[in-house]
């Protein structure tokens, strides 16, 4: 069964960096691609950013290209997600999703999930 558990939420003021971990157990995590999705309320689950099994490639969501950083260290089967230069429009539940496949896809529907983690940017 596979599990995911994020850590690093918290409350953050505008121009602040948050660094979000999910730590991954249930099956070999270095075959899969991974990602982070966000909810606000009121939203739907949104594609943030995702990385391939590797780590070689990584790919993100126009909203926060150039300002946050997936990464993941298969040794220690966990995922990050660096957070820069964040703005109060990034309030959100930040998901972790292992993916189903050895490729990243925005699609909500390919995905085992984490419970989430809160991220809240004040201004």
């Known amino acids: 069964q596979v599990q995911l558990v994020e850590s690093g939420g918290g409350l953050v003021q505008a121009g602040g960096s948050l660094r979000l971990s999910c730590a991954a157990s249930?099956?070999?995590?270095?075959?899969?691609?991974m990602a982070w999705f966000r909810q606000a309320p009121g939203k739907e689950r949104e594609f943030v950013a995702g990385?391939?099994?590797?780590?070689?490639?990584?790919y993100y969501a126009d909203s926060v290209k150039n300002r946050f950083t997936i990464s993941r260290d298969n040794a220690k089967n966990t995922g990050y997600l660096q957070m820069s230069g964040l703005r109060p429009e990034d309030t959100a539940v930040y998901v972790c999703a292992s993916s189903i496949f050895d490729r990243v896809t925005a699609s909500a529907a390919n995905y085992y999930w984490g419970q989430g983690t809160q991220v809240t940017v004040s201004s």
């Open positions: 990385i391939t099994p590797s780590g070689g490639d990584a």
């Open positions: 249930g099956r070999t995590f270095s075959n899969y691609a």
